[in-house]
């Protein structure tokens, strides 16, 4: 039996990350931490600023970080983005696809009924999620078969397994998402390589600026009738934090996760797990 070397299981030190949707509240968190702990980020995304507070963090991390320009639904300007991280890191080890959202035209309510969502918001939040999954992956996917090994983390969600009222495109579109995590991963070991895996976390309601609108009253700040629903089915009764999805993600980037691939994990507070009585 092999000995264990607890001391590296977790390591990520000098693993170089591109996280797509990084200049987000999520991805910026996950970007912070995963340089905090000595991996060198690449953060993609359309805004290249990046709030005071995530610089400050990045700077006095113990690894490295760079912004680069990137639309996700582009394949050109992906390409030239993964050119650049090589460029400036000298290799690429873990894409994180944090790309995406929802578009308030293609969610249900009192003015806008199923019926009338544009095709336009319906097909935007559809390419985002899932388009802007899929295409990083053939990228990026392309240059770890090449190099023989890699590492590829989704951002799911819990609609993916339990469709909300409301939202239809992005239920779709997670749905989606993790669907595609299953079979890229089953893909990449099969006719690449065992040393690829690719795998998804589904963060449960975490309190961020594409839900604000739903889940809290603008005026008041007080939770909606959505809001409470939510938290009468979350049995820790509370949104997640940003900073709860990272012991899950280091560990399925990490050594620790080594036989793990093609699996959605819930981040959620026990919403998936309660019927509701």
């Known amino acids: 039996m092999a000995k264990i070397d607890i001391n590296t299981l977790f390591n990520l030190t000098g693993k170089v990350v591109a996280i797509t949707g990084g200049g987000g509240v999520l991805g910026s968190e996950i970007a912070c931490a995963l340089a905090e702990v000595g991996s060198d980020v690449a953060i993609l995304d359309l805004q290249t600023k990046l709030p005071d507070e995530v610089k400050q963090r990045l700077e006095s991390a113990q690894g490295e970080y760079e912004v680069f320009h990137c639309d996700v639904l582009d394949k050109s300007s992906i390409e030239s983005c993964k050119d650049k991280i090589i460029q400036r890191f000298g290799k690429l080890n873990i894409l994180i696809n944090g790309a995406g959202g929802n578009h308030p035209k293609s969610t249900t309510g009192a003015d806008m009924s199923f019926f009338d969502i544009p095709d336009e918001a319906f097909n935007w939040?559809?390419?985002?999620?899932?388009?802007?999954?899929?295409?990083?992956?053939?990228?990026?996917?392309?240059?770890?078969?090449?190099?023989n090994e890699g590492n590829i983390l989704n951002i799911s969600s819990m609609n993916a397994f339990r469709p909300l009222t409301r939202i239809p495109a992005y239920s779709a579109a997670k749905a989606a998402v993790s669907n595609f995590t299953q079979w890229l991963a089953v893909h990449m070991a099969q006719e690449y390589s065992a040393n690829i895996r690719v795998n998804a976390v589904a963060p449960g309601f975490f309190l961020t600026n594409q839900n604000r609108f739903l889940i809290t009253d603008k005026q008041s700040g007080e939770l909606t009738e959505r809001g409470n629903s939510i938290m009468n089915h979350t049995p820790m009764n509370r949104f997640g934090n940003p900073e709860d999805l990272i012991g899950t993600i280091l560990w399925l980037l990490s050594p620790a996760s080594a036989f793990v691939t093609g699996i959605v994990v819930p981040i959620d507070g026990g919403f998936s797990a309660f019927s509701g009585v």
Not at 128 to 142: A, D, E, M, R, Y
Request: aromatic fraction near 14%; avoid cysteine.
């Open 125 to 147: 939040v559809m390419q985002l999620n899932l388009s802007g999954t899929v295409l990083p992956s053939q990228i990026f996917g392309k240059y770890f078969a090449e190099q």
